[in-house]
């Protein structure tokens, strides 16, 4: 049996020896997730990989689950085998996302009932800060250091709120979170209570609006369409018009009221978003900050113009 086995490896050995007594090896695909190119140009030594939180392995071959950290913006195989996941897991800007979209407008109906209704600024914004700085440190060290186990456990948590070009981006939740923090902490309660509701409803029906019925109108360079961003408008103005009728009879000036929020939640929708593909912008800013931060500026300036409710 040992005998075997020697010849057959000096068989193999002897197979990769050319004509002129050079030796070439040849390099064999380790697996699917592994391109050639990849898989010749970095060295085949073992490396440490989480498929569960309780169950660390070495990849066999010493096949590297991470790809070239050069090609940023591709989503391959080799990321999904370290996160364990699968392609259908991560959506991309094209997919509607509802988990996300639920997400994100249970979190910032929560945000703006407390804001509004119990938390000061200064208690408010000793909630937000530690958050957001938690979800910035965790995010930052995820990118730099995209191999280490606490980095894969931490993606693999927020998975299924990802989309697939935040594998080598900071996530949405930085953005959320900051935009909301810049919000309350520069501008007067009705305001930031305002465009946090924006964000939460405004730009999920948007979306809603622009795949659903987008093609019907014309679309702009960015891939947005004039649906989706009118019926953004028309979302944010209803909401504009709920949160003032509080305190006002229906009125010209409630009407105004409302069309000013509608529009100030509109441009940044239409304007902002993060370039994926070479689609997004022109302004390269994710719209979970640009949508708060940006209605809050133009309300601010308006409303200061028009002074059609207090502020």
């Known amino acids: ?150 980095s894969i456990l931490f993606f693999r948590l927020f998975a299924r709120l990802a989309r697939s070009y935040e594998i080598e981006r900071r996530s949405g939740i930085v953005f959320y979170l900051a935009g909301v923090l810049a919000c309350v902490l520069f501008f007067p309660k009705p305001i930031a209570v305002l465009s946090i509701l924006f964000l939460a409803f405004g730009d999920p029906f948007a979306s809603l609006c622009g795949m659903t019925w987008g093609a019907l109108g014309p679309r702009f360079s960015n891939g947005k369409s004039l649906i989706g961003s009118l019926g953004g408008l028309v979302a944010c103005s209803f909401i504009t018009f709920l949160y003032f009728l509080r305190s006002l009879s229906p009125s010209l000036s409630l009407l105004g009221a409302s069309l000013i929020g509608g529009i100030a939640a509109a441009i940044p929708e239409t304007l902002c978003g993060r370039i994926v593909d070479g689609k997004g912008g022109p302004i390269d800013l994710d719209d979970n900050l640009a949508i708060p931060l940006g209605s809050s500026i133009i309300m601010f300036i308006l409303f200061k113009l028009f002074p059609l409710v207090r502020v």
Not at 29 to 58: E, G, H, Q, Y
Not at 106 to 135: K, Q
């Open 1 to 150: 049996m040992m005998n075997r086995k020697l010849v057959l490896f000096v068989g193999m050995v002897l197979s990769q020896v050319r004509p002129n007594g050079s030796f070439q090896p040849q390099v064999l695909p380790l697996s699917r997730s592994r391109p050639a190119s990849l898989a010749a140009s970095r060295p085949l030594t073992p490396v440490f990989r989480v498929c569960s939180p309780r169950r660390p392995m070495v990849c066999s071959l010493g096949e590297d689950p991470t790809p070239e950290l050069d090609n940023l913006g591709q989503l391959n195989e080799t990321y999904l085998s370290m996160y364990s996941l699968k392609t259908k897991t991560l959506k991309t800007k094209k997919n509607m996302h509802l988990s996300r979209k639920i997400f994100h407008s249970t979190s910032g109906v929560i945000m703006a009932s407390l804001y509004e209704f119990w938390l000061s600024r200064e208690v408010a914004l000793l909630l937000l800060t530690p958050g957001f700085l938690v979800f910035f440190v965790a995010e930052t060290f995820r990118i730099n250091y995209p191999k280490h186990p606490l």
